[in-house]
């Protein structure tokens, strides 16, 4: 390291001349961001309707198939179009078997996998997406092998802007409100819901069914801002690493040098120190025989 600084002097202020630099770069940035922003974020309100079949206005049909021995409950909701982002639908009590069929002639997304909770038994779980495996079609069936219950869970689209609040570019708040509207904005119509269990045999006892739709409308849109002294932090952190993954090891290599050269230098004197005592016995020793007898 002395031989470097000695070779260029200036190297140390090269070294500080550029975390200045870098430092200076960064923090530019970071209140660029903050002074002249163009993201917004806007935030969305949900509401939720709930539906229960053995409290609902119209009654659970009941139609038993003397030709294929079943038994089919059906139900229709309906549910507000402006905005509907979720239907979800619960069904108790059920027959081994059963099959719980959702009918909407709009369409809806689903998966066996969406909306319920992952224990990563499933290999898809670790990376589902319903815009990749989700069915969007007119109708969706689940069946209770074991009966009991079965949980359905729909999207009515798969952009994930209308709904759980987004971000959008816009110049100024006006733009940024305007545009929020348009990506939550939606009308899914017809908005009724048909949903049906098909049970084995001639069954008597109805089961429970219970359905959830969610809405989601505008609430609020802010620009998306950022604390520059924690950003600050951030970058001057950032810098500090950069340069000591850089200099801790030439540090360590000249350190390690210097170590060694001092024990290099210590076994030299240790060295030198024999020999000039072996020299100072050798004169002594010459001088005794040349003495006069």
């Not at 990376?127 to 495996?133: M, R």
């Not at 089961?207 to 609430?219: K, R």
């Not at 970058?235 to 540090?251: D, Q």
Request: include cysteine.
């Amino acid at each position: 390291m002395r031989k470097a600084l000695a070779q260029n002097p200036n190297l140390l202020r090269t070294l500080v001349g550029l975390s200045v630099t870098l430092i200076f770069m960064l923090s530019y940035a970071v209140y660029g961001a903050t002074v002249s922003p163009s993201v917004y974020i806007y935030q969305t309100e949900a509401t939720v309707d709930t539906y229960n079949a053995s409290e609902a206005d119209e009654e659970v049909q009941r139609y038993y198939n003397d030709d294929d021995n079943t038994t089919t409950w059906s139900w229709q909701i309906n549910a507000n179009d402006a905005n509907l982002t979720w239907v979800n639908i619960t069904a108790t009590e059920l027959s081994d078997g059963a099959v719980l069929r959702v009918t909407n002639i709009a369409k809806l997304y689903s998966h066996e996998l969406l909306g319920n909770t992952y224990d990563l038994q499933n290999p898809l779980e670790e990376e589902f997406s319903c815009a990749d495996l989700c069915d969007y079609d007119t109708k969706h069936e689940r069946t209770a092998e074991d009966g009991g219950t079965i949980e359905f869970h729909a999207l009515t689209s798969v952009d994930p802007a209308r709904r759980s609040n987004g971000s959008v570019f816009a110049a100024d708040l006006t733009e940024a409100e305007e545009k929020s509207r348009a990506a939550i904005y939606y009308e899914h119509s017809p908005s009724i819901v048909r949903i049906e269990i098909i049970e084995q045999g001639n069954r008597s006892t109805e089961p429970s069914v219970s359905a959830e739709t969610v809405n989601e409308e505008f609430s609020s849109v802010e620009v998306f801002s950022v604390d520059a002294g924690t950003e600050f932090l951030w970058a001057l952190a950032a810098v500090v690493g950069c340069f000591s993954m850089v200099l801790i090891p030439s540090f360590t290599v000249y350190f390690a040098a210097r170590a060694k050269e001092k024990r290099d230098e210590a076994k030299l004197q240790l060295a030198q120190a024999k020999v000039d005592q072996h020299l100072s016995d050798a004169e002594q020793g010459s001088n005794g025989d040349t003495a006069p007898k």
